[in-house]
């Protein structure tokens, strides 16, 4: 257990559904990421939240929309997705960014996507 | 450019030996950080040992210590005694000074490591 924790853990759906990824970490983390993990590609850094703002998003499709409502919870809102998009989806927590060494990232489960 | 190049998909080795995982990076910033993950089949990535660019030393951590090659900037793992638990995926990962402040991460393509009894 990481302390990072995310449901579902596996989730289907169809190109014209629209479903949410959680994730929720109660480590006092500040920081908070959504990582897409497809097959034989490096994890892809998608969105980036510090003090619940938004910091980055990495030129992620406007069909996937993050939302942070404190700093302990994270969804990814998903609408219209494309079956290249089945991918597991991690997210992961660190603390405040403003301690710079080895700030190691915690990661959840992550959820196993699959877009039909 | 990759700028975190793994170049062992995948490994197998005897359980008890020592097993070396490669990793190179590229970066321009003199300040950066290198992580390694593992990454069992149920999922999360565990963190595993870091080493800071400005460390002297090569960082240990139990069985697993980081061979940290500045000039060559390679960062391998070595897993020591390794065990039919360390079986699973493992990614190694780099900071630049660039991003301290906003944790992100560059990952490499991993290497899965099988340990047979």
């Known amino acids: 257990e990481t302390g990072v924790t995310q449901t579902p853990r596996h989730l289907v759906m169809g190109m014209t559904n629209k479903k949410s990824l959680k994730c929720e970490q109660h480590?006092?983390?500040?920081?908070m990421y959504w990582y897409k993990q497809s097959a034989k590609k490096p994890l892809e850094l998608m969105f980036v939240?510090?003090?619940?703002?938004?910091?980055e998003n990495n030129s992620v499709p406007s069909r996937f929309s993050p939302e942070c409502p404190n700093s302990s919870h994270l969804f990814l809102h998903l609408h219209t997705l494309q079956p290249e998009d089945s991918a597991l989806y991690l997210c992961?927590?660190?603390?405040?960014?403003?301690?710079?060494?080895?700030?190691?990232?915690?990661f959840g489960q992550g959820t196993r996507l699959t877009v039909v | 450019a990759q700028k975190i190049t793994q170049t062992q998909p995948g490994m197998f080795v005897q359980e008890k030996e020592a097993v070396t995982l490669d990793c190179t990076y590229d970066?321009?910033?003199?300040?950066?950080?290198l992580f390694w993950y593992k990454q069992p089949s149920s999922g999360e990535m565990i963190f595993l040992i870091y080493?800071?660019?400005?460390?002297?030393q090569n960082a240990t951590e139990g069985r697993y210590s980081l061979n940290f090659q500045k000039a060559r900037k390679s960062a391998n793992l070595v897993i020591s005694a390794s065990q039919l638990g360390d079986s699973a995926m493992y990614f190694c990962?780099?900071?630049?000074?660039?991003?301290?402040?906003?944790?992100?991460?560059?990952f490499g393509t991993g290497t899965r490591l099988t340990i047979i009894p």
């Open positions: 992961a927590s660190s603390q405040d960014p403003a301690a710079l060494e080895n700030t190691e990232a915690f």
């Open positions: 480590l006092g983390h500040n920081a």
């Open positions: 939240y510090n003090f619940k703002e938004q910091t």
């Open positions: 970066t321009s910033d003199p300040s950066y950080g």
């Open positions: 080493q800071g660019s400005y460390d002297q």
């Open positions: 990962a780099m900071r630049e000074g660039s991003n301290f402040g906003n944790e992100k991460l560059t």
